[in-house]
């Protein structure tokens, strides 16, 4: 055991739900005491149930609890904590609270401030890539709308325009045509100001049938780097993944280790600490890889990569912001099998995947046996309506794709969820769907066949109505 694990050490989570859980698991194997930061809507929750105490921040809405920096800071020195995990979101990311973290004596689970404050800006990290050689789709920014016609022509429509800051499809818009350029840059702007308070935004050129791959990465505080391979997330709607795996077979072996190389050659660079991921899009068509943005945190689909890979990266990770040096190499790596991960959410398939928040009357997964689930759901408990549709995530492996497709399918099959609408019958359609079964879907396949894989669900709910109006 590391010098870090010995150290008595005691974490404070800012974070909830199924990432709370997963932080609180991790520590609990490490011999961490932990400390809970929950909103007052979140007292009842599962984390809150198995930390070692629990701390309510705040108001149920996240400014007023989760996004709270000095509600969060004042907790975890309250509670005489060594160390803050903040999991993703919220304030994963935030550079001034990396430092306040440190003003305090806190140690941040997560890269330096520095680093942290390079990678939000997504056009300073296409200039990184580009130093070190790494490759980057056709793109810049512009000052006046002249030099952006200009810039659009020269990469080529369709291009998109996206905010150099956030993320999750906020300040990002499709063109097609020079006549829809303006309106759409200037919307951008509008919706990148308004999420992320900065209005900066450029563009990219727009590739129509693309892969989404990322590599993960793991660096320490004694200059040690390693990736752990890749994963491929292009089911995703709206931006938003759905379905991710490990790893991506649709690549040939010489862009895989092009993949592997470059975000290696990113991590070096930054002098990265701690876990992280590195985006890319795969141009079918061209066979060509594109840079998209460094994720400096713990993903939601890391689950794949420990399955195929049996490390424990939130274990590594705590160590390594801790001081510890690397427990593997490189050398130690090696991908086995196949891993295939079901976002399961409060959402209705029906309508678009609108929110379904309300209380969750039974809640029955498979028995065991039937892979991994990360979740904090329990029966009875009240979905609430303030943060993201997540219910948890239910992870398969097997020793092929094909393999972990069918069995994927088989625990989807018996999960049983009810009091909610949830995406679990979209998930079954995009499991037997034959294009996702080659592997042909790219990241714009589910928006525009959604309507098509969810058609008997609205037909049913029609004719569910129309039978209760005849009735009435």
Not at 25 to 45: K, M, Q, W, Y
Request: charged share 25%; with cysteine.
């Amino acid at each position: 055991m590391s010098a870090a694990a010995r150290t008595p050490q005691r974490v404070f989570i800012a974070n909830r739900g199924e990432i709370a859980v997963r932080l609180i698991e991790a520590c609990d194997r490490l011999g961490f005491e932990t400390v809970l930061g929950v909103s007052a809507a979140d007292r009842d929750t599962l984390g809150a149930r198995r930390a070692g105490r629990t701390v309510v921040l705040g108001g149920p809405r996240p400014s007023d609890s989760y996004l709270n920096m000095d509600a969060v800071l004042q907790a975890a020195v309250s509670t005489g904590c060594t160390a803050i995990h903040p999991g993703y979101g919220f304030l994963s990311e935030n550079p001034e609270f990396a430092r306040k973290c440190a003003e305090e004596d806190l140690v941040f689970v997560g890269p330096s401030p520095e680093a942290l404050e390079s990678l939000g800006d997504k056009l300073t990290a296409r200039r990184l890539a580009e130093s070190v050689d790494v490759p980057v789709s056709a793109g810049g920014t512009a000052e006046s709308i002249e030099e952006v016609r200009a810039l659009a022509e020269r990469i080529g429509y369709p291009v998109l325009v996206k905010a150099a800051y956030g993320g999750g499809g906020r300040g990002m818009k499709l063109v097609e045509s020079a006549g829809d350029l303006e309106d759409a840059w200037h919307l951008a702007s509008s919706e990148a100001a308004s999420s992320f308070g900065n209005g900066l935004v450029f563009l990219e050129r727009f590739v129509t049938d693309a892969k989404h791959v990322e590599v993960q990465i793991l660096g320490d505080r004694h200059g040690h780097r390693i990736h752990l391979g890749e994963r491929e997330c292009s089911v995703q709607y709206r931006y938003q993944k759905v379905v991710e795996e490990a790893p991506c077979v649709a690549l040939p072996e010489a862009t895989r280790e092009l993949l592997h190389r470059s975000a290696l050659r990113i991590a070096e660079a930054l002098d990265y600490v701690g876990l992280g991921t590195v985006e890319f899009l795969y141009d079918v068509a061209r066979d060509e890889l594109a840079f998209l943005e460094v994720n400096p945190r713990l993903q939601v689909e890391h689950p794949v990569t420990e399955a195929v890979t049996g490390v424990d990266l939130v274990r590594q990770q705590l160590l390594a912001a801790l001081g510890s040096p690397l427990e593997i190499t490189q050398e130690d790596v090696s991908l086995t099998g196949h891993a295939v991960e079901c976002r399961i959410t409060a959402q209705d398939p029906a309508r678009g995947l609108a929110p379904s928040p309300g209380r969750v009357t039974r809640w029955s997964p498979p028995p065991a046996g039937g892979g991994r689930l990360d979740s904090h759901i329990y029966e009875g408990y009240l979905f609430p309506p303030y943060y993201d549709a997540l219910m948890g995530k239910q992870i398969v492996w097997a020793p092929d794709r094909a393999a972990a497709i069918e069995r994927m399918g088989q625990v989807l099959d018996a999960f049983v969820i009810e009091g909610v609408t949830t995406s679990l019958p979209l998930l079954q359609r995009i499991l037997a769907h034959p294009g996702y079964r080659d592997n042909s879907v790219t990241t714009h396949w589910l928006n525009h066949s959604l309507e098509e894989l969810v058609a008997d669900l609205v037909e049913d709910r029609e004719s569910d109505s129309s039978t209760e109006r005849m009735s009435a």
